[in-house]
């Protein structure tokens, strides 16, 4: 009351002034309108806030429902998906064509909607898988005709990316036994766990692993163990199954870059080599192919083969490297043919030594980084899915990180600091 009391003494002293009566008088006609304007813009709100308030008496703001995201699948679960040109049961497959599609070629164009299998189609399907013979063409007979799941496609590109003694410790760990073969069960367990150490998803990804029961037979299944399930799989017979599918998918490549011809020209292997990789260096690459490896020198499939199963022995090769020479230093053309004879018991040929030298020898010294050659190799035998994206601020903090950190270093290098 004593606030009311002051203004109404303020309002009472400026009316009595002389002044301020000249100053009212003169504008009272703004006054009232404007008075008029605010008065009747307050009796309208108050009257649309009460006739709301009266017609929802007892209203509720719910919070607004977000969309739930989609899942982020890894790069290989997309790559399956974009290859698989049939669905049965409601989920995707390869066939053994997709397959060999999928690790030779970097997208597919898809013309037609994947093909909706039934229960007699796959019934066929696998009554030919378990009457199949081994041989290094046998996908490319299967054709289409065929199922292949996810699992299966992350355990049939290890078999192509990895050297054969982690599969024959894997196949003993297995075989209780001792009798060197497994049942149809105990292989969809060696199957899983290898399929485990392929799929590796980013941090960000939110998809979910894969869960086969065996209740959806497959190619692969039938081959190895009958329609029924029944037989039994020697790890013999799947070392020859392993051989023959790196055979198969080698000899297409070959063919792939050799442009159906017996022999694959020095620039078409230098090509292969860079097909799948992502190096910021990958100009100097090209540049040094152009200027260093002369015209009209071929390769042939052997020497081919020789090449791809050091790809495949990669991590015993970069041991080997470390016992023959200093850590971290550029190596010769001796010391790198030593050690991938070690790595593997075969020699690479002039050819192909002289042509890996000459790519990735970055300042003409016949030296090269086996860190840096080795990691573009990876990408190669990868088929390039090893390098995930880092996308959105994540990404981008941990680069401005990096770049700090590089910044640092060349600063204390510059300035001689001890640290």
């Known amino acids: 009351m004593a606030s009311w009391g002051r203004v109404a003494a303020l309002l ?170 497994v049942d149809k069960k105990e292989f969809l367990k060696l199957k899983k766990i290898i399929g485990k150490s392929k799929r590796r998803v980013s941090k960000d990804s939110t998809e979910k692993p894969v869960e086969e029961g065996g209740s959806v037979n497959t190619t692969l299944q039938a081959y190895f163990f009958g329609k029924k399930g029944e037989n039994k799989l020697q790890y013999q017979e799947f070392r020859r199954f392993m051989e023959d599918l790196q055979a198969e998918v080698q000899e297409m490549e070959f063919l792939q870059f050799s442009k159906g011809m017996d022999t694959m020209r020095r620039e078409d292997f230098a090509e292969w080599l860079l097909h799948y990789t992502n190096e910021e260096d990958n100009e100097i690459y090209w540049e040094n192919m152009r200027k260093r490896i002369p015209a009209g020198q071929s390769i042939t499939f052997e020497e081919f083969k020789v090449f791809c199963l050091f790809t495949n022995n990669l991590e015993d090769f970069a041991f080997s490297m470390k016992m023959v020479t200093e850590a971290n230093r550029p190596v010769g053309m001796a010391q790198f043919k030593r050690a991938v004879k070690i790595a593997t018991g075969h020699d690479l040929s002039e050819n192909v030594l002289d042509t890996v030298f000459k790519l990735f020898d970055m300042d003409g010294d016949n030296c090269l980084s086996h860190k840096e050659f080795i990691g573009v190799m990876k990408d190669r035998v990868l088929r390039g899915l090893k390098v995930q994206p880092q996308n959105g601020f994540s990404g981008f903090w941990k680069c401005v990180k990096q770049e700090t950190l590089k910044g640092a270093q060349e600063a204390l290098r510059d300035t001689g600091c001890p640290i």
Request: aromatic share 12%; with cysteine; proline share 4%.
């Open 12 to 181: 009472r002293n400026f009316t009595r002034s002389p002044r301020s009566l000249k100053v009212l008088a003169r504008h009272r006609a703004v006054g009232h309108g404007i008075l008029g304007s605010v008065i009747g813009t307050g009796a309208i709100c108050f009257y649309q806030y009460h006739a709301n308030y009266r017609s929802q008496p007892f209203a509720v703001h719910a919070e607004e429902q977000k969309e739930a995201a989609a899942p982020q699948l890894s790069a290989r679960k997309i790559r399956f998906i974009q290859f698989a040109s049939v669905v049965y049961d409601q989920e995707p497959y390869m066939t053994p064509r997709d397959f060999l599609y999928s690790v030779m070629l970097e997208n597919v164009d898809r013309k037609l909607q994947k093909r909706v299998l039934t229960a007699e189609e796959v019934n066929k399907m696998l009554s030919a898988a378990s009457k199949a013979r081994a041989g290094n063409d046998m996908f490319r007979n299967f054709g289409d005709n065929g199922l292949i799941s996810y699992t299966e496609y992350l355990f049939l590109l290890t078999i192509l990316t990895k050297p054969h003694t982690g599969f024959h410790i894997a196949f003993k760990m297995l075989d209780v036994d001792g009798n060197e073969h």
